[in-house]
């Protein structure tokens, strides 16, 4: 399994961000798929995930504020970052749960 981030960038506090995570070698319809950030210093951490079947979690941190969903294409999972503070500033990381497989990340910068 293949995992390849896309989308991160600088943005201003309070603006947003849509990350894409593509995937090869898999079919997402069997298995979950998750986001997770680390930054400079800090422990990688959870963000959010949707499962094979749909559902979606968060953590507490960003519920309001951050959606996860399948994207359009096949085999993609988005992440929309509204409202982005800049303690959101880190590498994120988008997560195959069933082979537990990793993306090579991309960085998120919120910075006026």
């Known amino acids: 399994v293949q995992l390849v981030e896309s989308g991160g960038g600088l943005v201003q506090p309070g603006g947003s961000l849509r990350l894409d995570c593509a995937a090869s070698?898999?079919?997402?319809?069997?298995?979950?798929m998750g986001w997770f950030r680390q930054a400079p210093g800090k422990q990688r951490e959870y963000v959010a995930h949707?499962?094979?079947?749909?559902?979606?979690y968060y953590a507490d941190f960003v519920k309001g504020r951050f959606t996860i969903s399948k994207g359009n294409a096949k085999n993609t999972v988005s992440l929309q970052m509204n409202n982005l503070k800049p303690e959101d500033m880190a590498d994120y990381y988008c997560?195959?749960?069933?082979?537990?497989?990793w993306g090579q990340g991309t960085q998120v910068t919120v910075s006026s």
């Open positions: 070698g898999t079919d997402f319809s069997i298995s979950g």
């Open positions: 949707i499962t094979s079947g749909g559902a979606s």
């Open positions: 997560r195959h749960y069933a082979s537990n497989s």
